[in-house]
Nanobody, 125 residues
């Protein structure tokens, strides 16, 4: 059974940082593009970042470029999203997802085959 499990969410003050982790079981992440998405209440799911299976290619949404960093550790079967300079508008449920490597580094949610359940990030003073 394939599972992606996020951790590291929580409440943080504006300007603060959080590090989200995504642990995979039942699949070998080294053959998947890994992506992070978020969804705020009443809003569409938003692409944040993706990293190729090798880690050589990374893309970011403009809204998080320069503040968020995606990485992966294929040996540990994990992916992470380091989030700095957090803003109240970053408040959302954050999910990791895995897309087969033939998809390339993709922003399209429909290309991701597996999804985690999400972790809540709240940015508030």
């Amino acid at each position: 059974q394939v599972q992606l499990v996020e951790s590291g969410g929580g409440l943080v003050q504006p300007g603060g940082s959080l590090r989200l982790s995504c642990a995979a079981s039942g699949l070998t992440l080294s053959t998947y593009t890994m992506g992070w998405f978020r969804q705020a209440p009443g809003k569409e799911r938003e692409f944040l970042a993706a990293v190729s299976w090798s880690g050589d290619s990374i893309i970011y949404a403009d809204s998080v470029k320069g503040r968020f960093t995606i990485s992966r550790d294929n040996a540990k079967n994990t992916a992470t999203l380091q989030m700095n300079s957090l803003k109240p508008e970053d408040t959302a449920v954050y999910s990791c997802a895995a897309a087969p490597m033939y998809r390339g580094v993709t922003k399209a949610a429909r290309t991701y085959a597996y999804w985690g359940q999400g972790t809540q990030v709240t940015v508030s003073s």
